[in-house]
């Protein structure tokens, strides 16, 4: 009998959510390296101010620990940071909140989603989610990925099998989500070349900060 390939992911899904949740039944909190409002205001040519979640907003996110920030560079336009970082996943409770589904849940639509290269100063690169989205004329680029334990994972379900894994082998479930987003100003290849030169300004810092 053939097996079709929609089955075969919705089985290795499966396995992946039961092994995550017996994972996160005995995983034990970790904290960050440093926190996270360390990350340096002053990243290559972008310059940031930071902002915070209203108390509502930050209830439903659980996290341990965060930054939001607006960075703005002296020849370009600004765009937005956001690091969110939990330090252990507990049964009962929201895992980290992908883009994917908050983003259409506050009303913007996905217009278009891949995944693009980024590479990183020193060597390596990184594969991250590059989605465009709009609310009306609001056209913005959102670029984001799963860190889990010195890893860049792009695709949710990755996520959820890299986490199960690395949880049964170190009793640990600590995740970070980390999202750029910026208006799209010119074209979506523009702004893109915009975001990644800041990831690549940003990510050695945030990698110290993370653990590993």
Not at 62 to 81: F, K, N, P, S
Request: proline fraction near 6%; charged fraction near 15%.
């Amino acid at each position: 009998m053939k097996v079709r390939a929609p089955y075969v992911v919705a089985l290795l899904t499966i396995v992946a959510a039961t092994a995550l949740l017996r994972a996160l039944a005995q995983g034990e909190p970790v904290g960050t390296a440093h926190p996270l409002h360390q990350l340096p205001l002053a990243l290559g040519p972008w310059q940031g101010e930071t902002d915070y979640f209203e108390p509502e907003v930050l209830a439903g996110l659980r996290v341990d620990d965060y930054i939001l920030r607006r960075y703005q560079a002296e020849q370009g336009g600004a765009l937005w940071l956001y690091v969110g970082y939990w330090a252990a996943q507990r049964l009962g409770q929201t895992r980290v909140h992908s883009p994917s589904v908050c983003l259409p849940g506050s009303g913007w639509v996905i217009t278009s989603a891949a995944v693009v290269p980024i590479r990183l100063p020193g060597g390596g690169t990184i594969a991250v989610n590059s989605d465009v989205i709009q609310k009306g004329t609001d056209r913005q680029l959102v670029l984001y990925w799963y860190q889990i334990h010195g890893r860049v994972v792009a695709k949710e379900l990755r996520a959820v099998a890299t986490l199960a894994w690395t949880s049964l082998l170190e009793h640990r479930s600590d995740e970070a989500l980390v999202r750029v987003n910026a208006p799209i100003s010119g074209s979506v290849q523009r702004t893109l070349r915009q975001e990644a030169a800041f990831v690549q300004a940003m990510f050695p810092s945030l990698a110290r900060l993370l653990p590993r």
